[in-house]
């Protein structure tokens, strides 16, 4: 979460702070754990507020509305950010409803219009059969949810200077919604932070061809997901679904096989760098959406695939 | 004990054609459906109602839209299933509302129901606005706790509901006192069909229609005055690139595609 | 030029259709027109062999029809073009087609307006604009398969849940041609050509003159889809509808499209037992005013479901069923207004009322969501059967679907229905019933536990022909004999008259070859009947 200073006409330099309730997070590829404010200067805050409060251990929307609320009234921020994760597009309307202001969900595209200094927020509406661009002229903060995986991670500077400020949670807030039982996605990693996918549609026939698009993915190394039908036939489990429903996932490289390309599926693989699309319908939508068009019996060239990569 | 179930009307499919001429979407002339979300939203409502009248408690379930006024055939379709009461805000105050300004709406129609209201029921989102933001902004309104994204159907008894919701780490159960508002993902339940009684006895069931000032509204917080937030643009997503078609047997393509994807290793 | 191809391995799919049998043959080809169509049987006529000629269209069919017995498999799958249209004065348009087109692209190009026009000329295309800016139109036969294609569906004179109200899909043809064995062609317009008595002439297009004497059987009144339609003075387009691919190979056809009803609400209505959702049937049937449509499942249907629906996640959408309620009857309602449909809402819940009360016991789909839901449920019962029987078939593999196809006339439903339920109870067999209730038609399945119970399946369907027939009813009632049910038509109409309708084919076909073994066994053809 992050906002620039009350006075950000586009001369002056904005001010970006970021505020934490974590003191440290897993870097998993590194197996160490680091400190969150100093990484977060590393990546470009200019301030960064660290809350450290037992109500803010799990993620309560109305604890953490109240407390962005409180220091939005300190601070006076003309923005503020939010990943538009499923705590993000639950806490962000709290934010708004309180502070009266705008709030646009799930952008994919920010930019600051240089002539009005407003912030321009462009998101997917109608399933993501169409694009809006919103803006937020009277009212402030100016607020957005933004999807995550469309904007790549800063690359650390660690010769960068900021603030760290340590801020407090008013007494009166109380968590109001008990946790009876958690239960953590699956044991495996989310097909949503797989750098390669595969992803099947109802195109490759029958669930027993599910074992030739696995091979596939063993032999690209990639993770397996699958469009919503298949879920719905038993063929596969809910966490790989891929899609507006589903998951939406960003990977390097997403072959998808006997996909027709319904626009809730497209809405989830946005993301993707490379597409490489194989189905028997030259005219089926996934190609629109696909960077290299393959128009064949999917698990033939499945198969053939796998012989080449070998 | 007391429900309320906000619908929205939403038009029936999401497919979008923008008319090239004047950049404005072009309606097909079909009908609008209850947003899929909320049909489930009041599924969620009226199996806590069947539950507690097996029990012998007594509850009553009221469907809220804000909308135009053709929007009444759906709220009396939604008596037709089991719904008690319908209430209908129309007003021309009330059109081009962001989120925010229809949270002010629907709060107000809630706030002036002759029977204080224990839980808010709504559809995780709708089907052309996707925002998943009433749910939220409603409970912040009234101060209440909210539970959103639910999937299953949640349990009441006594004051305190249970439910089971996606959440970023995955599932977790929550409990909760009432009053309160939970949010519902689209396949947390399926909407019944009504039955022939129920159909012929919504055609003369009455619906509520009130405008702003019924409902004590300010109408400087309605509608287009009283959003926040304006779409500048809107536009239809244009294919930005043409897929590279890979020719030949499938033993051809599937050599050009590993090399494709040897050299994007690199 | 069309190729003729040898069969190899993979066109083995071909050696079969939907009911599961499977034949032989050596050579196939899929014709794009009728001047391929011409080509191949000229070709084949010329190689002096007069091999027989199996003639496919999506193979969905369920009586073996499509299966190849030896010989040449001719499949229309790729002659799926729309030709064109035009509009009478009564205002009701034609549209002419091939024989590949494919009833759910049919289905989805009216909804969509957007019918394929390459080649059509202008006329057609001033036609066709006109139907765009009025009344969405529909094509009125729906049987369960939507993948079936038009040709296949005339050969076999189709029906579905609607033709309780529109009839099968005889009354909306209203134009044939027809490629003859020997590459004639016959143009076959309705209202062109007339029998005198039993007496028909058809003229070829080249000018041969063939003459007719029709079989002398009187038709039952019922829904019928056994043998050749045949009656006095009948029109010459009606012999071809329903004659199995016996008589010719429908080149083109040309059907009348209806505007699609303004409200469409399906009723499903649930009763504790069988006699009380007969009843509800008999009493009903003349009460409403805008019936589209009765269908029937009965209480191990209802089972099957209830079964599937927690086995497996592809059928878990499905609405749960009360377990108090037994079996089902679907009235669907189809009608221009709304008030309309709602005053035989209102007869319903009488009619309910008076059989004690079940009115509460019904849904009431009047949108898409939930007419889909309610197709789904419909559909499912089917499909249920289907991956039951391919359970049992993996400890028997001769084991496979065994459902019948009879309807009887309206007063003989109880009749019926006792018939069935006595020769089940009496040979201990495991079944499921569903279907045209409305019609007199179910299709009673028997699920086999054994080969044991298959054998006596098929013998007491066996009696059940002689039993329905002497009812006044007809042994295949949408079907078609096909390969399969030849017996069942012998049973209803006896030797005699069976040999007439070799005689007939004998006459468009001498040398026997299009659809041999379908609707009767090939020996009745050779040397002449």
């Known amino acids: ?150 904007f790549a991670a800063p690359a650390a500077d660690e010769t960068r200077a900021g603030e760290i400020r340590y801020v407090t949670l008013d007494a009166s807030v109380a968590p109001r919604v008990r946790v009876v039982d958690a239960e953590p996605v699956g044991a495996g990693r989310s097909i949503a932070d797989a750098e390669r996918l595969v992803v099947v549609g109802r195109g490759i026939g029958s669930k027993k061809n599910l074992a030739v698009a696995r091979r596939l993915a063993d032999a690209l190394g990639a993770e397996l997901g699958c469009t ?83 | 004990m007391h429900i309320v179930v906000c619908v929205k009307a939403v038009p029936s499919t999401t497919e979008v054609k923008m008319d090239p001429e004047t950049h404005t979407i072009v309606r097909d002339g079909r009908a609008s459906v209850i947003n899929p979300f909320d049909a489930t939203a009041l599924e969620v409502a009226l199996a806590i109602k069947d539950a507690r009248s097996a029990a012998g408690e007594r509850t009553r379930v009221s469907v809220m839209s804000m909308g135009i006024p053709d929007t009444e055939r759906l709220l009396r379709d939604c008596i037709a299933r089991g719904a008690d009461d319908a ?77 089971r919701r996606a959440c970023d780490g995955g599932r977790e159960t929550v409990e909760v006192d009432l009053p309160a508002v939970i949010t519902v993902a689209k396949d947390a339940a399926q909407l019944r069909m009504p039955s022939i009684p129920g159909v012929l006895a919504a055609e003369a069931a009455p619906v509520a229609v009130k405008t702003a000032a019924d409902v004590d509204a300010d109408t400087s917080r309605t509608g287009l005055a009283g959003s926040p937030t304006q779409v500048v643009r809107s536009f239809v997503p244009e294919r930005s690139q043409e897929a590279v078609a890979i020719e030949g047997s499938p033993a051809e393509q599937a050599a050009a595609l590993a090399a494709l994807i040897e050299e994007g290793c690199r | 030029m069309v190729d003729i191809k040898p069969m190899t391995a993979e066109y083995e799919a071909y050696l079969r259709d939907e009911s599961r049998s499977t034949g032989d043959a050596q050579s196939i080809s899929f014709p794009r027109d009728e001047q391929e169509i011409r080509e191949v049987l000229t070709s084949i006529a010329a190689a002096s062999e007069h091999v027989p000629v199996t003639v496919q269209g999506a193979r969905t069919g369920l009586a073996a029809g499509a299966v190849p017995a030896g010989g040449h498999i001719m499949n229309l799958s790729r002659a799926n073009r729309y030709l064109g249209l035009r509009r009478d004065d009564a205002g009701t348009y034609y549209l002419r087609m091939q024989p590949g087109v494919i009833l759910s692209e049919l289905r989805r190009h009216l909804a969509n307006k957007t019918l394929p026009t390459d080649g059509w000329d202008r006329e057609s295309l001033a036609v066709l604009k006109h139907m765009y800016d009025g009344p969405e139109q ?18 076999c004179n189709a029906s579905g849940a609607r033709s309780y109200r529109y009839g099968p899909m005889r009354p909306h043809i209203s134009a044939l041609r027809v490629v003859l064995a020997n590459g004639d062609v016959l143009d076959l317009p309705r209202g062109a050509v007339r029998a005198t008595g039993r007496h028909l002439v058809l003229t070829t297009e080249g000018g041969r003159a063939i003459e007719l004497d029709l079989p002398t059987y009187t038709m039952p009144s019922t829904k019928n889809a056994s043998g050749y339609f045949v009656e006095d003075d009948m029109d010459a387009v009606d012999l071809f509808i329903g004659s199995d691919g016996s008589l010719g190979v429908i080149s083109e056809l040309e059907v009348a499209l209806m505007p699609v009803p303004t409200v469409t609400w399906g009723v499903s209505c649930f009763f504790a037992d069988e006699a009380q959702a007969v009843d509800f049937t008999v009493a009903a049937r003349p009460a409403l005013s805008d019936a589209a449509a009765f269908e029937y499942f009965d209480a191990q249907a209802l089972n099957i479901l209830r079964r599937q629906r927690t086995a497996s996640t592809a059928f878990s959408s499905l609405p749960a069923l009360d377990d108090a309620w037994g079996c089902c009857v679907y009235v669907e309602l189809a009608c221009d207004g709304e008030s309309q449909a709602l005053a035989d809402l209102a007869r319903l819940r009488n009619v309910l009322d008076e059989q004690g009360g079940s009115a509460e016991r019904t849904w009431v789909a009047r949108t898409d969501t939930d007419r889909e839901t309610q197709r789904f449920f419909r559909h499912a019962v089917p499909e249920s059967v289907n991956m039951l029987i391919d359970e049992r078939r993996r400890t028997d593999a001769r084991i496979t679907k065994l459902g019948s196809d009879m309807s009887v006339p309206d007063d003989r439903l109880r009749d019926v229905i006792e018939l069935y339920r006595t020769g089940l109870a009496e040979a201990g067999l495991e079944s499921a019933a569903w279907g045209h209730i409305g019609n007199n038609h179910l299709h009673v399945n028997v699920l086999p536990r054994s080969m044991a119970d298959y054998e006596a399946g098929k013998e007491l369907f066996g009696a059940w022909a002689a ?34 309708m070799a005689r007939v084919k004998l006459a468009l076909d001498p040398f026997c070859q299009l659809g041999r073994g379908n609707l009767f066994d090939p020996h009745l053809c050779e040397g002449g009947a």
Not at chain 1, 241 to 251: C, E, L, R, W, Y
Not at chain 1, 261 to 285: C, F, K, R
């Open chain 3, 138 to 155: 529909f094509f009125a036969t729906d049987p369960t398969e939507i993948s079936a294609c038009m040709g296949g569906m005339a050969a």
């Open chain 1, 228 to 310: 919503r039908p298949l879920v719905e036939a038993g063929w596969l489990e809910y966490p790989h679904q891929v899609g507006q429903t589903g998951v939406s996932v960003a990977p390097k490289l997403l072959v998808s096989l006997g996909v027709s390309g319904a626009i809730q599926h497209l809405a989830g693989i946005g993301g993707a760098q490379t597409v490489i699309a194989v189905n028997e319908d030259a005219e089926a939508p996934i190609f629109g959406a696909a960077h290299y068009k393959v128009v064949g019996d999917c698990i033939e060239v499945a198969e053939a695939l796998i012989d080449a990569l070998a």
């Open chain 3, 467 to 500: 039993q329905v027939s002497a009812m006044g009813g007809a042994v295949s009632a949408e079907h078609g004999v096909g390969k399969l049910k030849r017996d069942f038509l012998v049973a209803m109409y006896g030797e005699d008259h069976v040999r007439e």
């Open chain 1, 1 to 150: 979460m992050s906002w620039t200073s009350p006075s950000s006409c586009s001369r002056a330099r904005a001010r970006l702070s970021l505020i934490t309730s974590h003191s440290c997070i897993q870097d998993r590829r590194r197996r160490s754990s680091r400190p969150v404010p100093r990484h977060l200067v590393a990546a470009g805050a200019d301030e960064v507020l660290v809350c450290r409060d037992a109500r803010l251990a799990r993620p309560d929307a109305e604890v953490f509305a109240h407390w962005i609320c409180d220091l939005a009234r300190a601070f006076r921020p003309e923005v503020i950010l939010y990943g538009a994760t499923a705590f993000g597009r639950e806490l962000a309307p709290g934010v708004a409803v309180r502070l009266k202001t705008g709030l646009t969900a799930d952008c994919t595209v920010l930019a600051m219009d240089p002539e009005t200094g407003l912030l321009q927020q462009t998101r997917p509406a109608f399933g993501g059969n169409l694009m809006a661009t919103i803006v937020c002229p009277a009212h402030r903060p100016q607020m957005a949810t933004v999807r995550p995986g469309i």
């Open chain 2, 87 to 163: 209430l209908l805000l129309s007003d021309r105050a009330f059109a081009g509302a962001d989120t925010l300004a229809t949270t002010y709406a629907l709060s107000c129609g809630i706030s002036q129901l002759d029977e204080a209201v224990d839980l808010i029921v709504c559809g995780k989102m709708a089907v052309d606005g996707d925002t998943a933001q009433i749910g939220p902004e409603l409970a912040g309104a009234f101060e209440m706790p909210c539970i959103t994204d639910v999937q299953e159907q949640p349990v009441v008894c006594g004051r305190i509901l249970w439910a």
